[in-house]
């Protein structure tokens, strides 16, 4: 470290730490490319990662089979009272939490370096910006973390003396006794995994995982679960939402967050290139949007990360073409599978499988192998900067001030393309009812309905019909200057299963549609659902689509909206008394316009 460390609080934590979980040595993370690619050497050496020979500076890493992904019956938020994380959270005493975690991360360290990450959520500049400490034993997470956010000697500047810092543990729990080797991906028994949030003390504890959200704390656990639970108090909001800046041919700007749940397409949406003549876009975050009220009375969006952390299958030139060129260079693989020639591969990338690779397992593989080569929850992990659409104002202190929400989810019926609300309260309605049908990579029948209110059900770090409250609360402060609230399902099929909707950069015609409602340019039609375009509203200039798809794509199905009616009651009767009056009579209001 460049930097003398004077903060009081955290040279006392780090040596408590140490002290627990009795690591060999201690290092300080400065964040510099030079300690990037020492870590990358070392686990290249070690054998714990694959250098690729065709990607620049890229490295593919294989995790234990049973370290595949989010845990979320091992993700706890702790409250002294269970009613304070509600009925969607898992909970346990904060009392018995640390007791048993304290007992896992005794002696955790042992024949391991512990890393001390300063990082900073948000541009350091940003008066959005969070600052947090991660502590792991992890060099992998050391080096994601480089990427996902801004690491290094100027956060512990900007802690001075007596900056707060949100302290983030995390061991992969996998000492090694003296003499002991160690192996590619150490990590802990699913039992002893435990991911935990302790919102009143803005403090995290993290054992057992070394994947993903689990183990970059930075993420889903302090920029979603902990962020939420401070901007409910402090006045503001953590979201899992992208953001985007739509252009029209006039250079109008137009930002939009929008929030759909897993693999729903929000990370396709965020690197969107629209097909429609004149308009473009631009992408300031594909995951998280930290938004807060500006001095002018507008909700201002800021990213709070610095890198992509993308779902790999399913990724493709077709799909997401400025994905597939930002990943060219750089960017850590996790879970693909290996192509003899040195380059990563998945499902439904834009190439077939060649006759052998080697597995995310690390097994030999050819096409006669009816398991996928990929992980369906591979990953790359990389800089939001290399991404050809990046917006020049994604770091922009300030953010951008939002003027649409979207919400969404994957139905095969009942919901139409595109839903404008009535108001903010209905729009509040729509997030809290948001639901996809399950599909093969969700436990349960493929084609149920989950609901998912504001794709924040894994993320909400407090409780849920409170967070509800806490949207209404936005939407009073707001007033006038609200963004306005659609929602879409780009997955309508026919009866015979076929896709109604091309998707992809054709959602761009839904976006313009909304882009013309702000302006007042069309006036849709009020149906009991809320506003939906007339069909010659929507710009299909160039686009081949049957006028029987179109109007399916627009119909309102009132008996099939009907029959949603007793489903959202009992979702909602799950909030008991939590549940603000106001959303319960959106859905009065609703069942009584479908009456
Ligand atoms: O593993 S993460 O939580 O970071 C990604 C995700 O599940 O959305
Ligand atoms: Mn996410």
Redesign the pocket.
Known sequence: MSCEVKNTKLKAWVNEVAELTQPDSIYWCDGSKAEYDRLMSKMAASGATTPLKKRPNSFLFRSDPSDV??VENRTYISYPDKEDAGPTNNWVAPDELKKTMSALYTGCMHGRTMYVIPFSMAAITSPMAKIGIEITDSPYVVCNMHIMTRVGSKVIEALGTDGEFIPCLHSVGAPLAPGQKDVPWPCAPIESKYISHFPDENLIWSYGSG????A?LG??CLALRIASAMARREGWMAEHMLILRLISPEGKQYHIAAAFP?ACGKTNLAMILPTIEGWKAECLGD?IAWMKIGPDGRLYATNPESGF?GVAPGTSYKSNPMAMDTIRENTIFTNCALTDDGDIWWEMIDDPAPEHMIDWKGRDWSPEIKEPAAHPNARFTVPAAQCPVISPDWEKPEGVPIDIFIFGGRRAGVVPLVTEAYNWDHGVFMGATAGSETTAANIGAVGNLRRDPFAMTPFCGYNMGDYFAHWFEMGDKLGKNAPRIFYVNWFRKTAEGKWLWPGFGENSRVLKWMCDRLEGKVSGVATPIGILPKEQELDLTGLEISNEYLHELLRVDVEAWRAEVPGIDKFFAQFGNRLPARLQKQLEDMANRLA
């Not at 994947?211 to 689990?214: K, L, R, S, T």
């Open positions: 992904a989010r994947y993903g959200g689990n970059l993420k889903k897993s995951d952390f």
